[in-house]
């Protein structure tokens, strides 16, 4: 009996044993079991869009499917885990089409400012490149910008500046010849220019300064009037602004009048061989209404019946009765005053 006694308490024992080991182990597996298939809840940004999703699922990407966010190929996601409640960031990959310097450029994207993506890929915004957007703008998927290279500089450029044809009739050549008395070349303009550049392309010019630095030489045809050629003849071939002498000398002038004119020489009455301006009289000294025409003025007078030339004279004496419209050419005989008389003329004044 006591034998049956001693063993029972001996299993008792040992049950009690057991009990204290086990227990502690059961309590600890249980511990664990509700901690990893607890529920957790996640907020889930999407863009603007924000999700709030709680589940037993600890995988990112099968909470993101589970809660019904689809990724693309080239989407991905960034996660940070809190007390109780973790977040995930759904980062889209955004194609943004980028035309540097005229080239297109694709490039890939998953949010940031301009400035940073065109850092990232090496594309200069400083200096002589103009951006088309700020470059605090946010990467968007679509995204078109522009970057050109804009270059303003002053240029300088010659450009002709074509001569004329003058055509000049001349009574000594026969009717309907024509002779090229002067030939024409052309003049130089010099200008300068604010030029834009954009791409290397010109796309403006702002010309700001001009300079002749040679002008054009008139092209003089002579067109022969008289049906008989008189070689003796000393009439001018005369044009639009332009005179061909007897001797080939070329003058050009600005505008022609009618005047009247009469004759003197040096041993008139009240006349001697210095003119009013000093100077000795000769041929091609006259005497003017110096309120009409002034000192030093050089012109070419003919009559206007075309049978005189006076010539190339220039206004340097004046006389009591030389008022307004009339001239005093001067002869040097009191004979030549007589023959010329008084005339109506034309004074073409030169230039």
Known sequence: ??????????????????????????????????????????????????????????????????????????????????????????????????????????????????????????????????????????????MEVTVDCVVEMEQTHTVDIPYETVECLDPTLPEGTKQVKVQGVNGQLLKTANVTYVNSEQTASTVIDEKVVQQPVNEVVLVGTGTEVDETSNAPAIGNGVIVTADGEVLTYSRKEKFRATAYTHTDAGCDMITATGTTVRVGAIAVDPKLIAYGTRMFIVTNDGKYVYGIATAEDCGGGIKGDQVDLYFPTTKECFQFGKRAVTIYFLD
Do not use: H, W
């Not at 996660?79 to 890939?108: H, L, W, Y």
């Open 1 to 142: 009996m006591q034998a049956i006694t001693a063993f029972v308490r001996k299993r008792k024992s040992l049950l009690v044993r057991a009990m204290t080991i086990v227990l502690p182990l059961v309590i600890l597996v249980t511990l664990l079991t509700t901690t990893v298939f607890a529920q957790k809840t996640y907020v889930i940004t999407d863009g603007d869009q924000v999700k709030v999703y709680t589940t037993f699922a600890s995988s990112p990407a099968t909470v993101l499917g589970r809660a019904g966010v689809e990724l693309g190929a080239d989407d991905t996601y960034t996660t940070t885990p809190g007390d109780g409640v973790s977040e995930i960031m759904v980062q889209r990959n955004q194609n943004i089409s980028i035309r540097f310097c005229g080239e297109e450029r694709k490039a890939d994207s998953y949010g940031e400012s301009l400035s940073e993506l065109l850092t990232r890929l090496d594309i200069p915004t400083s200096g002589d490149y103009v951006v088309s957007l700020p470059l605090t703008t946010e990467t968007y998927d679509g």
